[in-house]
């Protein structure tokens, strides 16, 4: 079939369109997935995931697509240390931190250290908060956390964990590979209730490096496949120019 040299145009001109976000697409896929695997070690890192939607241009119909990132907050597998500043969560929650500016941070990292104030902090300097501010250890002393987040010092109970929750996970934005920020000016953090606390355990991450390795193949794939439809609407309308100018 013949095709008007416009109609014809337009089509190969749409075909590039939906190739090239295509290769975007599959571009920050492979981004995402390989950040993913990268930090798959890391305890408490919640993996990246990606949404997708066409949207239409509004020139010629053709399509492209919107990429939006976002969190997988599922439940990482336990990890036994022993250690007594080692601390894992299971259920809906984060420990909440406080940085050097007084600004609050949310973590499913749960391993900690003795500062040289009693303080229990991150190996960073941020510091673990308890419902009452800071949770400071007496000298010599070694912590026992219990299931609902109090923290004894021998027979003394010196805090409880400030447990943090949301009912809308996707106010959370990173603030590094194993810690969330609140992206509103106004905190919408709340008790958690549904959580409790394991001393002596680490959360790993809830990155499956088998699945996202499938998932790198597969996309690599599509990429591939892309770059070929692109190169061959490419060539056709050169060609098409070219016969146009003879």
């Given at each position: 079939?013949?095709?008007p040299?416009?109609?014809?145009?337009?089509?190969?001109?749409?075909?590039?369109?939906?190739?090239a976000?295509?290769?975007?697409?599959?571009?920050?896929?492979?981004?995402?997935?390989?950040?993913?695997?990268?930090?798959?070690?890391?305890?408490?890192?919640?993996?990246?995931?990606?949404?997708?939607?066409?949207?239409l241009?509004?020139?010629?119909?053709?399509?492209?697509?919107?990429?939006?990132?976002?969190?997988?907050?599922?439940?990482?597998?336990?990890?036994?240390?022993?250690?007594?500043?080692?601390?894992?969560?299971?259920?809906?929650?984060?420990?909440?931190?406080?940085?050097?500016?007084?600004g609050?941070?949310?973590?499913?990292k749960?391993?900690?250290?003795?500062?040289?104030?009693?303080?229990?902090?991150?190996?960073?300097?941020?510091?673990?908060?308890?419902?009452?501010?800071?949770?400071?250890?007496?000298?010599?002393?070694?912590?026992?956390?219990?299931?609902?987040?109090?923290?004894?010092?021998?027979?003394?109970v010196?805090?409880?964990?400030?447990?943090?929750?949301?009912?809308?996970?996707?106010?959370?934005?990173?603030?590094?590979?194993?810690?969330?920020?609140?992206?509103?000016?106004?905190?919408?953090?709340?008790?958690?209730?549904?959580?409790?606390?394991?001393?002596?355990?680490?959360?790993?991450?809830?990155?499956?490096?088998?699945?996202?390795?499938?998932?790198?193949?597969?996309?690599?794939?599509?990429?591939?496949?892309?770059?070929?439809?692109?190169?061959?609407?490419?060539?056709?309308?050169?060609?098409l120019?070219?016969?146009?100018?003879?």
């Amino acid at each position: 079939m013949e095709w008007p040299n416009g109609d014809f145009t337009r089509i190969m001109l749409s075909v590039l369109y939906s190739s090239a976000a295509g290769l975007d697409a599959s571009a920050k896929t492979q981004e995402v997935l390989a950040r993913n695997i990268a930090n798959a070690s890391h305890h408490g890192y919640k993996r990246a995931t990606l949404s997708f939607a066409d949207e239409l241009r509004n020139a010629d119909g053709s399509s492209t697509v919107s990429v939006k990132e976002g969190i997988g907050f599922e439940q990482g597998e336990m990890l036994r240390t022993e250690s007594p500043l080692d601390v894992a969560l299971e259920g809906d929650g984060f420990f909440t931190l406080q940085k050097p500016d007084g600004g609050l941070l949310y973590t499913r990292k749960g391993s900690f250290v003795l500062g040289e104030d009693g303080r229990i902090e991150t190996t960073t300097g941020f510091t673990l908060q308890g419902t009452s501010g800071p949770i400071l250890l007496p000298p010599g002393t070694t912590p026992v956390i219990q299931k609902d987040g109090s923290v004894l010092a021998g027979d003394q109970v010196v805090g409880k964990l400030r447990l943090a929750a949301f009912a809308d996970k996707s106010a959370l934005v990173r603030a590094g590979s194993t810690l969330f920020a609140e992206s509103g000016t106004v905190s919408k953090a709340m008790p958690a209730v549904d959580c409790s606390v394991r001393q002596g355990f680490l959360e790993n991450s809830n990155v499956d490096i088998l699945s996202e390795m499938v998932l790198m193949i597969e996309n690599a794939r599509a990429f591939e496949a892309n770059q070929r439809v692109a190169s061959a609407a490419s060539t056709a309308m050169s060609e098409l120019n070219e016969a146009a100018e003879t």
